[in-house]
C-alpha cells in the first residue's frame, strides 16, 4: 500500500492540470478534495474510526486542518496559475522540497538532532528548484543566473505549499502522538469548502469547459492522489516496512516527470532532468541525516512524509 500511495501522489501533477483546464483552478480541486475527503469519511464511519478521529485533540484538528488548507490551496493555485504545461513540470520539482524541509523543521518542532548531511541535502534540493526554472532543453551554467528571475506567482506558490506541508508533516507528529484516528479525509473536505470560500472571494482561475476526459482525470484525481494516496501511505506507515516504503517516496519527483510526460504531452529538456535529479539526491541526503528524537517527543512518534 505504501509503494502504491507512492505511485498515486506521483499522477498528483498531471491529473491536477488535466483538472484545472477543464473545471477551473479552484472548482476543480474544490470538487476533487470534496469527493476524496467524503468517500474517506465514509469509510470513516463505515470501519467505526470516525469516533476516534473526531476525538483527536482540538490543537491537531486547528493546526493540521488549516495547514492542509493552506498547503492545498496553494498547490492547486500553482499547478493551474502554471503557465502552460511545461510550466507545471517545474511547478513540481519545487513541490517535492518538501522532504527536505520536513527534516529541517523536525529540528525545532520535533527537537530532532541531524547531521551535516541535512544542510548539504538541502543545498542540493534548492539548487534543483533553481535549476529547474528554465524552459531550455540544454542545460547551462551560463543560463542558471538568468533563470532564477524568471520566477512566476506559480513557482513562488509551489514554494509555499512545500513549506505548509512540511509544517504539517512535523505538527502532525507532534500534535497527534498516541491518537490512533485517521483525520486526512476531515482534512481534505475543510480542503475542498476553503477552495470554494476562496473561489467566491476572488473569482476562478480559469473557465468551466468541462469534457468527457476532464470528468475521467477528475475522478482519477478525487480517488488515487486525494483519496487512497492519503489512507494508503497512513496504513503503510503504521503497518508496512518503513524502510522500504519511505525510500521509494525519494522518487515521487521522478516519477511525477514521466507519468507526466504522456498526460500532458511535453517534454522535459536536459536542465529539468538535471533538476530532478538534485531534488532527489538531496531529499535522500536529508532523509538520513536525522539522528534521533529528545524525550520532549514521544518514541513512538514518527514524520509523516505523505504527499
Not at 470534496?34 to 469509510?43: E, V
Not at 544542510?119 to 543566473?145: C, E, R
Amino acid at each position: 500500500m505504501g509503494l502504491l500511495a507512492v505511485i498515486f501522489w506521483s499522477t498528483s501533477i498531471a491529473f491536477t492540470r488535466r483538472v484545472t483546464e477543464d473545471f477551473g483552478t479552484l472548482t476543480g480541486m474544490a470538487i476533487a478534495n470534496i469527493a476524496g475527503g467524503g468517500l474517506g469519511i465514509a469509510w470513516l464511519a463505515v470501519s467505526g474510526r470516525l469516533r476516534r478521529t473526531l476525538a483527536m485533540p482540538r490543537a491537531y484538528h486547528a493546526v493540521c486542518g488549516s495547514l492542509m488548507v493552506a498547503y492545498g490551496i496553494c498547490y492547486a493555485s500553482a499547478v493551474g496559475l502554471a503557465h502552460d504545461r511545461q510550466a507545471v513540470l517545474e511547478v513540481g520539482i519545487i513541490n517535492y522540497l518538501w522532504p527536505g524541509l520536513t527534516m529541517l523543521f523536525s529540528l525545532p518542532i520535533l527537537r530532532r538532532q541531524a547531521s551535516p548531511h541535512l544542510f548539504l541535502g538541502i543545498v542540493l534540493a534548492f539548487t534543483g528548484a533553481a535549476l529547474s526554472i528554465s524552459q531550455a532543453d540544454n542545460f547551462s551554467w551560463q543560463a542558471f543566473g538568468s533563470n532564477l528571475r524568471a520566477v512566476t506567482p506559480a513557482h513562488l506558490l509551489a514554494l509555499a505549499g512545500a513549506l505548509m506541508w512540511a509544517l504539517y508533516s512535523n505538527f502532525n507528529t507532534r500534535l497527534a502522538a498516541g491518537s490512533d484516528g485517521v483525520a486526512a479525509p476531515l482534512h481534505l473536505m475543510g480542503l475542498g469548502v476553503g477552495l470554494i470560500l476562496l473561489r467566491c472571494v476572488i473569482g476562478e482561475t480559469g473557465a468551466w469547459n468541462p469534457t468527457t476526459t476532464g470528468w475521467f482525470y477528475l475522478a482519477a484525481t478525487a480517488l488515487l492522489p486525494v483519496l487512497l494516496g492519503y489512507l494508503f501511505w497512513d496504513i503503510a506507515m503504521r503497518r508496512g516496512h518503513l524502510n522500504i516504503v519511505v525510500p521509494a517516496s525519494y522518487a515521487t519527483p521522478l516519477l511525477s516527470t514521466l507519468l507526466a510526460i504522456p498526460v500532458l504531452g511535453v517534454r522535459p529538456g536536459t536542465g529539468l532532468w538535471i533538476a530532478c535529479g538534485l531534488v532527489i539526491a538531496g531529499a535522500i541526503l536529508c532523509g538520513a541525516a536525522p539522528r534521533r528524537v529528545t524525550t520532549a517527543v514521544p518514541s513512538h512518534a514518527k514524520i509523516d512524509h505523505s504527499l
